[in-house]
């Protein structure tokens, strides 16, 4: 554009032909200049398709490229997932058998327990027997002191006690002969915990011989019951819980600590107690019954007591509470320990 506003005149001869300007020569600049926009709109139009096309292909490699590894992926998934299923069937199978394993091991516990309750029943039935055993044997040591006084009554019950002690000499080999099937049984237990079958027909041949024990046990019972007769002809009635009210006490000592435990009328489960609250017990029983009672105690094995603690504890409740030592005055002989107790530290008086 010139300094009027106008266009440029490119034409040649322009001064000649300036005097004789027409609008055509005007229309023709203007088509030329719109011609000229529309070719250089269409290269950029050009250079824009050509971008547009070199983006588009670049577009379907990566689109290729993409379903390239997308199909890779899923086959790396599917390997992946047969994998993870195989492992998942693994682990169910490794699951059940660990279920079958616990059920088993659960089972061979409980067989165990019913095994471990009937050794320890056949534990007491042995504790029971040395019980009875002393008590044979301190009556028998009470014939032996009255024999001054009843020297032909003592013949009869020195046989009579002869007759006992050869018994409980047989009784005490059987003792030993059950605590040496009871290791073996035990050993048996630790060893053979799978074969069920022969630890059942173990636990029947106990309790046969349990039974068998019972059996010399009520005929023992049956011998003792005829010395006490015979003994009752010559002095005091022994001590018995028959007529009696009996209260069962047992001591013992665990890590330098005293235990008390206690029941009454022999049912039930030994309770814990304090000796104070076993006094106030025993204070209260022996209001409510005046026929007496009967106090029996029991010195467990392996007790870790020693004989003096042993006896004192004996001696003090049977003073205060027991029917035989309220009825007369205890002798000179019975206020002092006895040289001897048995093997487990109880004391060689009365039970």
């Known amino acids: ?22 609008f055509w020569p005007s229309f023709t600049d203007i088509m030329t200049v719109v011609v000229m926009i529309f070719l250089i709109s269409m290269v950029v139009v050009l250079l824009r398709n050509m971008e547009l096309v070199k983006e588009l292909r670049q577009t379907l490699k990566a689109e290729r490229e993409a379903m390239a ?16 299923q195989a492992a998942l069937d693994q682990l169910h199978a490794a699951d059940q058998r660990i279920d079958e394993l616990e059920n088993r091991v659960q089972r061979l516990q409980e067989q165990n327990e019913i095994r471990t309750r009937a050794i320890a029943d056949r ?44 018994e409980l000499e047989k009784l005490r080999r059987e003792r030993d002969e059950l605590k040496e099937a009871l290791a073996r049984k035990n050993l048996q237990v630790a060893a053979l915990q799978g074969k069920l079958s022969l630890q059942e027909e173990q636990l029947a041949q106990a309790r046969q011989e349990r039974q ?20 009752d002809r010559l002095v005091r009635p022994a001590r018995s819980p028959k007529g009696h009210h009996l209260v069962e006490v047992r001591y013992y000592k665990r890590k330098g600590k005293y235990h008390i435990d206690w029941r009454d009328s022999g049912k039930g489960e030994f309770r814990p107690v304090s000796r104070r609250k076993l006094n106030a017990i025993l204070e209260k029983l022996k209001e409510a019954h005046p026929e007496g009672l009967y106090v029996k105690v029991i010195l467990p094995k392996g007790n870790g007591l020693s004989f003096s603690e042993a006896w004192s504890f004996t001696n003090q409740l049977h003073r205060a509470y027991d029917y035989y030592y309220q009825e007369a005055p205890p002798s000179e002989d019975e206020t002092e320990p006895p040289g001897a107790g048995d093997a487990r530290g109880r004391p060689a008086g009365r039970h």
């Not at 010139?2 to 027409?22: A, K, M, T, W």
């Not at 504790?127 to 055993?133: D, I, N």
């Not at 068998?212 to 003994?231: F, I, M, N, Q, S």
């Open 1 to 22: 554009m010139n300094q009027n506003g106008g266009f440029v005149d490119l034409r040649l001869n322009r001064e000649e032909n300036r005097g004789n300007e027409s």
């Open 69 to 84: 590894l997308a199909r890779a992926a899923g086959e790396a998934k599917q390997s992946l997932s047969a994998q993870l």
């Open 212 to 231: 068998r024990v019972e059996d010399k046990y009520l005929k023992l019972a049956g011998d003792y019951d005829d010395l006490k007769v015979r003994y």
């Open 123 to 166: 534990e007491q039935q042995l504790s029971a027997l040395l019980e009875e055993r002393n008590d044979l044997a301190q009556r028998a040591a009470q014939l032996q002191i009255d024999r001054d006084q009843a020297r032909k009554a003592q013949r009869t019950a020195q046989e009579a006690r002869e007759a006992a002690l050869r």
